[in-house]
């Protein structure tokens, strides 16, 4: 079968790829399975982290909890998502 790490570094590809069509919760989920699972992706965080500061006004609460504890379960940085969330947290 297909190794973890290649099934993995798939849906990194995949995720990368398509990233401008996912719904915020699409990004935020994504970001959660892979801090589930313990699975580090730089690339795909980083894509991540410009995608969701892009429309921080569409995202939930909740959307931008889970993604802030996807990052730090990671050990992720992402400053300026974490500023633009603080921003829309206490608007």
Sequence with gaps: ???????FNAIVRASEQRIGS???????????AFAMLGVPAPQLFAAIARESKQRI????PQELANT???FATLGTTAPQLFEASARASSA
Excluded: H
Excluded at 1 to 7: C, D, F, T
Excluded at 22 to 32: E, G, M, R, V
Excluded at 57 to 60: A, D, H, I, V
């Design 1 to 7: 079968g297909v190794s973890e790490s290649r099934l």
């Design 22 to 32: 996912f719904k915020p919760q699409d990004l935020t989920n994504t970001a959660w």
């Design 57 to 60: 006004g569409s995202l939930k």
């Design 68 to 70: 802030a504890w996807s």
